[in-house]
T-cell receptor, first 116, second 112 residues
Framework: GAGVSQSPSNKVTEKGKDVELRCDPI?????LYWYRQRLGQGLEFLIY????????KSGLPSDRFSAERTGESVSTLTIQRTQQEDSAVYLC??????????????FGSGTQLSVL | QKEVEQDPGPLSVPEGAIVSLNCTYS??????FMWYRQYSRKGPELLMY????GNKEDGRFTAQVDKSSKYISLFIRDSQPSDSATYLC????????????FGEGTQLTVNP
């Protein structure tokens, strides 16, 4: 596709349920990132995938959060036993490749997650 | 203390005004500096990217970096209602690789 695609755009769930968020990066982009944006706050890094390398999971806030990526394409972010503090916009981004700090990220429109 | 500080605003200006948006940072390892623009219900889009201290101009936008003061700015000349958005600064160090550190974002409204 022309840009990073995320689905669903909105997700309302009950506390304690599991949710799965999907990201389709730009074709040819080897690097993929997940960020979380709470209301009125900056972007919080969650996880980073680069090719076949082990993902950088250092930003995941708890073991309830996990993410997978199939090759250099689709990624899913899973949140188990959701809590109200998980309510946020989850943004996915992709870039051509990791080159030190020079990554130019292209973001999707995000998934607005609301945990009731 | 946050690594990157940005005044969240909101900032409201009349059309045609010069807008100044700023961020300060504490990590002297940061070498790459970016400004992203985020419209409501959309993901951030890269607006400006700078590496060295000094100014970089692109149309109505000028990005300024002062590494000695750990201070970056984005200036918007002849602001337009279409510039109304949230502006996020972001920065990274060579060694941080994947991790961009973002400011909180400044909400800007340009009134016609």
């Amino acid at each position: 596709g022309a840009g990073v695609s995320q689905s669903p755009s909105n997700k309302v769930t009950e506390k304690g349920k599991d949710v799965e968020l999907r990201c389709d990066p730009i074709s040819g982009h080897t690097a993929l990132y997940w960020y979380r944006q709470r209301l009125g706050q900056g972007l919080e890094f969650l996880i980073y995938f680069q090719g076949n390398s082990a993902p950088d999971k250092s930003g995941l806030p708890s073991d309830r959060f996990s993410a997978e990526r199939t090759g250099e394409s689709v990624s899913t972010l899973t949140i188990q036993r959701t809590q109200q503090e998980d309510s946020a916009v989850y943004l996915c981004a992709s870039s051509l490749e990791r080159t030190g700090g020079e990554e130019k990220l292209f973001f999707g429109s995000g998934t607005q997650l609301s945990v009731l | 203390q946050k690594e990157v500080e940005q005044d969240p605003g909101p900032l409201s200006v009349p059309e045609g005004a010069i807008v100044s948006l700023n961020c300060t940072y504490s990590n002297s390892a940061f070498q790459y500096f970016m400004w992203y623009r985020q419209y409501s219900r959309k993901g951030p889009e890269l607006l400006m990217y700078t590496y060295s201290s000094g100014n970089k101009e692109d149309g109505r936008f000028t990005a300024q970096v002062d590494k000695s003061s750990k201070y970056i700015s984005l200036f918007i000349r002849d602001s337009q209602p279409s510039d109304s958005a949230t502006y996020l600064c972001a920065m990274s160090a060579w060694t941080s690789g994947s991790r961009l550190t973002f400011g909180e974002g400044t909400q800007l409204t340009v009134n016609p």
